[in-house]
């Protein structure tokens, strides 16, 4: 499975973007996706995950009611929007992707991860 993510860039706070993450994969809706982060000198951090119909998500408290996480199994893609961006929201954002139905926040169970894309918010 290759991962390729993309859509960071340069944003004002209080503005928005959204990050898509393309799967190179023939069985893309047996995976469940997730978005994490990684704030310069932090540790990865888990963002948000979806499951293999879009129907089930779940988010970190430090997002949730300002991201949405979506897929369209059609053209292998995952989606991340996010809205009402703060500074503290700056990060290199991954995309994993995990076999199973299990929606989880840990690093360690998710198999397969993109490259990463810049997000950077200026107060």
């Known amino acids: 499975v290759q991962l390729q993510a993309s859509g960071g860039g340069l944003v004002q706070a209080g503005g928005s973007l959204r990050l898509s993450c393309a799967a190179s994969?023939?069985?893309?809706?047996?995976?469940?996706m997730a978005w994490f982060r990684q704030a310069p000198g932090k540790e990865r951090e888990f963002v948000s995950a979806?499951?293999?119909?879009?129907?089930?998500?779940i988010y970190a408290d430090s997002v949730k009611g300002r991201v949405t996480i979506s897929r369209d199994n059609r053209k292998n893609t995952v989606y991340l929007q996010m809205n009402s961006l703060k500074p503290e929201d700056t990060a290199v954002y991954y995309c994993?992707?995990?076999?199973?139905?299990?929606?989880?926040?840990?690093?360690?169970?998710?198999?397969?991860w993109g490259q990463g894309t810049l997000v950077t918010v200026s107060s």
């Open positions: 979806i499951n293999w119909s879009g129907g089930s998500t």
């Open positions: 994993a992707a995990r076999g199973g139905n299990g929606l989880k926040n840990e690093i360690s169970l998710y198999d397969y």
């Open positions: 994969v023939r069985t893309f809706s047996s995976y469940v």
